[in-house]
């Protein structure tokens, strides 16, 4: 079946720009979770979801980041006001349930101009 | 909270060579560990993961890790390493209760030469 796929696989943006990111889960996965890589770092937890509910969005670095999950399935990341700081790799998983394997997909590269 | 600490940055190894990829961890809560792989320019993929039960785990591509309480250490290790195994390995913790936010180290980069 269809793995976790994001759109954009790139973007480019201006400071100041706001960007939405899409993550489309694997179908049937309750949690879904939004994580940033910076160059030569491991991913940083920015939030997750089970079902349509943020279950913890203790890794957003400011309110300039929203995400939400409307219906349960796709979930978008929003990002105001980008920074040059902003510029990262953001990576999606979802996963059956909170507890078992998260499948990640290839990532959206953003990068902040 | 949880931490993750990937205590080497890079590892070269000849071919055939074994290899362990060490992981320590902070929790003050039960934990969830996992180790991740991320080949060159593809996404991450699970190798293993801890749950409970046995402290050894055996993953795919033949790497098995051992998850060791008193020493909050889960080591990654492989017998014979392919020149197919060159990627980035991520270790990474989750509370088992109460939530499943999931914390990565900053990697550890495995280096098969011929």
Avoid at chain 2, 7 to 33: G, H, I, K, M, T
Avoid at chain 2, 70 to 82: D, N
Wanted: glycine content about 10%; proline content about 4%.
């Amino acid at each position: 079946g269809a793995g976790v796929s994001q759109t954009p696989s790139n973007k480019v943006t201006e400071k100041g720009k706001y960007v939405e990111l899409r993550c489309d889960p694997i179908s049937g996965h309750t949690a879904l979770y939004w994580y940033r890589q910076s160059l030569g770092q491991g991913p940083e937890f920015l939030i997750y979801f089970q079902g349509t509910g943020a279950a913890d969005d203790s890794g957003l670095p400011n309110d300039r980041f929203f995400a939400v999950r409307p219906e349960g399935s796709v979930s978008t990341l929003k990002i105001q006001r980008t920074e040059r700081g902003d510029s990262a790799v953001y990576l999606c998983a979802s996963s059956s349930t909170a507890q078992e394997t998260q499948y990640f997909g290839p990532g959206t590269r953003l990068l902040v101009l | 909270a949880q931490s993750v600490t990937q205590l080497d940055s890079q590892v070269p190894v000849f071919e055939e060579a074994p290899v362990e990829l060490r992981c320590n961890y902070s929790s003050s809560v039960s934990v969830y560990l996992f180790w991740y792989v991320q080949y060159p320019n593809q996404g991450l993929q699970l190798l293993l993961k801890y749950l409970s039960g046995s402290t050894l785990v055996k993953g795919i591509n033949g790497f098995e890790a051992e998850f060791n309480k008193s020493q909050t250490s889960f080591h990654l290790r492989k017998p014979s390493v392919h020149i197919s195994d060159t990627a980035e390995y991520f270790c990474a913790v989750s509370g088992n209760t109460g939530g499943f936010k999931t914390i990565f180290g900053a990697g550890t980069r495995l280096f098969v030469k011929a």
